[in-house]
């Protein structure tokens, strides 16, 4: 099974790609709004179909990404049965299994976090999805949101730590950089609940936290609720320019066939070293010239009325320019996705 995992520094929390590597159906575990944009351009490039958005509970910290992805590409949500989020496409209980092509992930319902809480666990029982139920080394907090330690004692005693000892358990946060953690060590090294730890230990040890307030949980749970779609309804606008598509690299492109159908709409800035303009790459008529390495210095001359588009050889020199225009503040520019070889590939018009 094709596996990531991802992670949000804003909110430390991991977001898991599975994928079945033949048929190419995908699902993505506890994805981040913010995240959307890197997490879809890395669904595309490796050319996989994202068939359903999964969430492991009701998130105080951050809000998903589950409806943003729906709208977009048109796959499920996935919540539990006992969230409470409304508008979701599949409510989910214990023993329900969730399929991607040949692959699947079983629902374990371990609440005491929330109500809602699930741990999902691969067919051959060795990785689990384990959510903010048990943490690496430590469990989610029990003092809000119908949080009860007495329950997650029981949904981590009798359901996580009871999968295999090498059963490999993925959380839904670390803030300490910690990525993956297997039963048989939380069961020994777990300093909440691991080491023979019983309830009363547990429950001690939870009701004492005293943690703050989460910043987010007055915006984040309403919005999760509604399966992150936003109170507008609406798509959050990113550029009105261009269609422009981000890559999971971050930068910002746009195709070849647009660019020639609105060259007179940009500024077309081709940033190869000037013998290249008359090598066999050609040149796109009416771009303006500066190489790369005199662009920082340049960037005066540069029309600020129009967009501008980036261009080089194969793509990778002026992604690197569109990083420079971004950063100095010329957030209407992109790169021409493939350079002169895709734009001669597709036989369009050159100099
Ligand atoms: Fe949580």
Known sequence: MFFRQLYDAASSTYTYLLADERTREAVLLDSVFEQ??????????????????????????????????????????VVSARSGVEGATRLVSEGDVVRFGGEGLTVLATPGHTDGCLTYVTLDRQTAFTGDALLIRGAGRTDFQQGSASTLFQSITEKILA?????????????????????????????????????RDFAGYMDNLALPHPKKIDVAVPANLRCGKPESGAVPETATWAPIVTTYAGIPEVDAHWVHDHASAVTVLDVREKDELTG??????????????????????????????????SGRRSAQATVILRESGRKDSANLAGGMLRWNALGLPVA
């Open 163 to 199: 999968l295999p000892d090498t059963c490999l358990l993925y959380p839904g946060h670390d803030y300490a950089g910690r990525t993956v953690t297997t039963v048989a060590e939380e069961r020994a090294w777990n300093p909440r609940i691991g080491g023979g730890a019983n309830e």
């Open 280 to 313: 066999p790459d050609k040149r796109i008529a009416g771009a303006q010239h500066v190489p790369l390495g005199e662009l920082r210095a340049r960037l005066a001359e540069i029309p600020s009325e129009r967009p501008v588009v980036a261009v080089c050889r």
């Open 36 to 77: 959307f944009a890197r997490d879809s351009a890395l669904v595309r490039e490796l050319g996989l179909r994202l068939v359903a958005t999964l969430e492991t509970h009701v998130h105080a910290d951050h809000v998903t990404a589950a409806w943003l992805f729906r709208e977009a590409l048109g796959s499920d949500i």
